[in-house]
T-cell receptor, first 109, second 117 residues
Framework: LAKTTQPISMDSYEGQEVNITCSHN???????ITWYQQFPSQGPRFIIQ???TKVTNEVASLFIPADRKSSTLSLPRVSLSDTAVYYC??????????FGKGTRLSVIA | DSGVTQTPKHLITATGQRVTLRCSPR?????VYWYQQSLDQGLQFLIQ???????AKGNILERFSAQQFPDLHSELNLSSLELGDSALYFC????????????????FGPGTRLTVL
């Protein structure tokens, strides 16, 4: 399973765009890139998933360069309620998720 | 609400005891995963079932066992409990993936907080 590296923590002000980059140099051909959000004492919540190029949904965008060795989660106009831990994961279909330490995002008023 | 339910929400027990955690997956999901989250180890995969059959095993102790029943709900049994087993236990479920389509998305339940005294 590919290992991921992401910043331990980030701070942002409300209303700003936040970009969290994750590196996964050993990503395999069959691996997808998935981001989860977790609030304290709650289960991780799926945010977005992609394989290549750009994916956008109602809450975030995911940018994946051609070599797929990294990815960037973009959260537009964050609010205080976006304060959480964000996990970047890579893996093939129907395989267990391997969670790293995640990025602790703190949004400041 | 992810659609995955877990019971009980909280469980307090003593060392040496045995407990059972229950998970009901989202309607239609065939895969169930169990994860353990402790302060020092983070989120760790324990075991996966697919349509009643064990599919993958992670860092699950021999004192722990699980099964998935014909109605697709799953139970995680923890026995000879130790203080270090205190953690949040999450269940996740996913639907069968479409070959060539997006990877399966795992939806997590609210978790069961186990405290071993």
């Amino acid at each position: 399973l590919a290992k991921t590296t992401q910043p331990i923590s980030m701070d942002s002000y409300e209303g700003q765009e936040v970009n969290i980059t994750c590196s996964h140099n050993n990503i395999a051909t069959n691996d997808y890139i998935t981001w989860y959000q977790q609030f304290p004492s709650q289960g991780p919540r799926f945010i977005i998933q992609g394989y290549k190029t750009k994916v956008t949904n109602e809450v975030a965008s995911l940018f994946i360069p051609a070599d797929r060795k990294s990815s960037t989660l973009s959260l537009p106009r964050v609010s205080l309620s976006d304060t959480a831990v964000y996990y970047c994961l890579v893996g093939a279909l129907n395989t267990p998720l391997v969670f790293g330490k995640g990025t602790r995002l703190s949004v400041i008023a | 609400d992810s659609g995955v339910t877990q019971t009980p929400k909280h469980l307090i027990t003593a060392t040496g005891q045995r407990v059972t955690l229950r998970c009901s997956p989202r309607s239609g999901d065939l895969s169930v995963y169990w994860y353990q989250q402790s302060l020092d180890q983070g989120l760790q995969f324990l075991i996966q079932y697919y349509n009643g059959e064990e599919r993958a095993k992670g860092n699950i102790l021999e004192r722990f066992s699980a099964q998935q029943f014909p109605d697709l709900h799953s139970e995680l049994n923890l026995s000879s409990l130790e203080l270090g087993d205190s953690a949040l236990y999450f269940c996740a479920s996913s639907a069968p993936s479409i070959v060539g389509g997006p990877g399966d998305t795992q939806y997590f339940g609210p978790g069961t907080r186990l405290t071993v005294l």
